[in-house]
């Protein structure tokens, strides 16, 4: 989440040398000696003007401070403040080698989705949790190998209402066996291993708090709720969630799909209508 961030508030350079930084600390000590981090860079084959440029800008934004030849780097909550990150997020693996690459963008959206763990999203709700938009989201995953898996949700709509359903509340709607009305729902998208994978859960969520800490007001308005569910557990949890919530009621989502068969190829949900009263 804090490289895609950075890529919308173009911060790039930034943020990626305090990530090879951060790396070359894996005992979380939070410094690190410059003259390792230049070497490490030279290795990557990083030109020395950009080496500059990186670490110039991460100097200035204040993501590490500078101490008789050692770099002091601030906390994952703190940097995500800094890059205008609202959710720090679970980490993701990427090689070191494909983050100075050309098409390292296309590593960070990928490390994006391989931590999603095969919830379907759509691409819209993608641009609002990244920043990313649409179009932009599939140019950069065709430059990385993936494959997809297509959900759809039983409703208790008639076939008549199809065309109003998809000018109100957009979305693919139609007619599969028995005259049922059946609704597209976003794709998952699975990356392999080799180019990306999640890492094991960290202190994202200490890191989250202390974030939401730092700017409050601007991380309530940006929760999201969960739509997809596998268990009627998480369906009560989710509606729970929904009733406390202080928003408007046009504000909240009106459906919620309850796993009920996962194929070989797709996956099919039960729709699960919210109502008016919340």
Known sequence: MLGLASIS?????????????????PQGCGQVGKRHLLNRLNELQVSHRQVRRWLTAAHRLGLWTEKQGRLYLVSLAKAAYKLG????GQAAMIDQSALVSKNWRAFVWAGFIATLHDRPISQAKKWDLT?????????????????????????DLKPKHIGGMMETEGGAYFVGHNHQVIRRLPDIVNVP??????????????????LNSLFYEEQRNEQFF???????????????????????????????YQLKYAGRANNLYTTISMGAVL
């Open 9 to 25: 508030s173009h911060r790039t350079g930034a943020w990626r040398a305090w990530t090879i930084a951060r790396d070359l600390d």
């Open 85 to 88: 990150a609202l959710q720090v």
């Open 131 to 155: 920043g990313i938009d649409p179009r932009t989201q599939r140019n950069y995953q065709k430059q990385f190998e993936s494959n997809r898996r297509g959900n759809y949700a039983q409703t």
């Open 193 to 210: 291993d080799t180019v990306s994978k999640a890492a094991p859960k960290g202190r994202s969520r200490k890191a989250q708090k202390l």
């Open 226 to 256: 969960r739509l997809f569910c596998e268990t009627p557990k998480q369906v009560t949890a989710v509606e729970r969630q929904i009733s406390r919530d202080d928003r408007f009621p046009w504000e909240k989502p009106r459906e919620l």
